[in-house]
């Protein structure tokens, strides 16, 4: 099956700086690789995905890129604000699979 | 619209007692997902349900987990003779479809505490 390992564990930066959190997977048929964002005491949710058949996606001030090659992905913020303070899951699957699996997640914690 | 409901948001229970949690899904989401997230862990799949198709129930730690999903909607993830180390986060999830490429609405989750 699909192994997900995602690195930091824990990850601080200064406010307005960037951060970049990596996962790799060790399944060369995933082809979805989704984002989920889990601020303190609530539930996941997604905030950017990638396909494989693109290597770069953004949204204002994240995005993900993608080497398939090398099986790594990783998730970039950009001008990091407070709100950005969460933690952070990677997960791969493909299309034939029902389910995620899910890194161990990142705890970004964003410094004043 | 409401999201995703879970009850009890905590349980407390001693060690060999049987528990249910419930998950109430997305109305006409299909598709329906349990994990469990323990500390400093990631999210563990569980089992999955889609439609009237039979569960995958792959990600079941042990034969004292089972769940059900009753008429497509509500579901419940039954714990028997409970262990300490069943301690964790218990999180639900739907999706309009069915497949992992759907984006997943959680629940608040379920917080089991096995003393």
């Known amino acids: 099956g699909e192994n997900v390992e995602q690195h930091p564990s824990t990850l601080s930066v200064q406010e307005g700086d960037s951060a970049v959190i990596k996962c790799t997977y060790s399944?060369?048929?995933?082809?979805?690789f989704p984002w989920y964002k889990q601020e303190l005491g609530k539930r996941p949710q997604l905030i950017i995905d990638i396909r494989s058949n693109v290597g770069e996606k953004k949204d204002q001030r994240i995005a993900v890129t993608l080497n398939k090659t090398a099986k790594h992905f990783s998730l970039h913020i950009t001008e990091t604000q407070p709100e950005d303070s969460a933690v952070y899951f990677c997960?791969?699957?493909?299309?034939?699979?029902?389910?995620?699996?899910f890194g161990t997640g990142t705890r970004l914690t964003i410094i004043p | 619209g409401a999201g995703v409901s879970q009850s009890p948001s905590n349980k407390v229970t001693e060690k060999g007692k049987d528990v249910e949690l419930r998950c109430d899904p997305i109305?006409?989401?299909?598709?329906l997902y349990w994990y469990r997230q323990s500390l400093g862990q990631g999210l563990e799949f569980l089992i999955y349900?889609?439609?009237?198709?039979?569960?995958?129930k792959s990600g079941l730690p042990s034969d004292r987990f089972s769940a059900e999903r009753t008429g497509g909607s509500v579901s419940t993830l039954t714990i028997q003779r409970t262990q300490q180390e069943d301690s964790a986060v218990y999180l639900c999830?739907?999706?309009?479809?069915?497949?992992?490429?759907?984006?997943?609405?959680f629940g608040s989750g379920t917080q089991l505490s096995v003393l």
């Open positions: 109305s006409g989401h299909t598709a």
């Open positions: 997960a791969a699957t493909n299309f034939g699979n029902e389910k995620l699996t």
């Open positions: 399944d060369s048929a995933s082809n979805y």
């Open positions: 349900f889609q439609g009237n198709s039979a569960p995958d």
């Open positions: 999830a739907s999706s309009l479809g069915g497949g992992a490429r759907e984006k997943l609405f």
